[in-house]
């Protein structure tokens, strides 16, 4: 008996009670007296682990009042509340002008997209601030939203964590 040690990454947000199976002569090429005894089963539960990163976008500020056709001056503020620095070193932010508090529908007008350069460490933030012009063309005055969502071409893995990654104003 030669004892062997089985390493494996599960992945995140796979929580519970589960049983692993691990298989001995997985193609029968040992010949042996007793083929039923390959198979040994053992319980694990898996709790809930914080992604190793995870950016959400905590403020964003803008002018209360604008114009059509003005440049405004949008900044925001990223953390990283996951547990590790993050992997990527360079993310994009798009800032998103909308008629609605609805982020990602059909009345979304993109106005501009923000490079990040740098690693960013857990429970560290950074800021950013872009100057953007109002389209001259919108259907009508009236109140409007601003969203800034952070890495949004998805460079930066965050497993499980991807859903706080908007923020607005």
Not at 32 to 59: G, H, M, Q
Request: glycine letters at 6%.
């Amino acid at each position: 008996e030669t004892p062997l040690t089985v390493t494996g990454t599960i992945p995140f947000g796979i929580t519970g009670s589960y049983r692993l199976f691990i298989r001995a002569d997985r193609n029968n090429t040992i010949t042996e007296i007793n083929e039923t005894n390959n198979i040994v089963e053992a319980p694990i539960n898996i709790e809930f682990a914080p992604p190793p990163a995870d950016l959400r976008v905590d403020s964003v500020t803008t002018p209360v009042l604008a114009f059509t056709g003005q440049s405004i001056n949008v900044a925001w503020r990223v953390a990283n509340s996951g547990t590790a620095t993050t992997q990527a070193t360079s993310w994009t932010a798009r800032v998103i002008l909308s008629r609605d508090d609805v982020h990602g529908n059909a009345d979304d007008i993109t106005l501009a997209n923000v490079i990040r350069s740098g690693a960013l460490a857990a429970n560290a933030t950074y800021t950013a601030t872009t100057n953007i012009t109002l389209p001259v063309n919108l259907a009508d005055a009236g109140d409007y939203r601003v969203f800034v969502k952070t890495d949004a071409n998805n460079n930066v893995n965050e497993p499980g964590a991807e859903g706080n990654n908007v923020g607005a104003a």
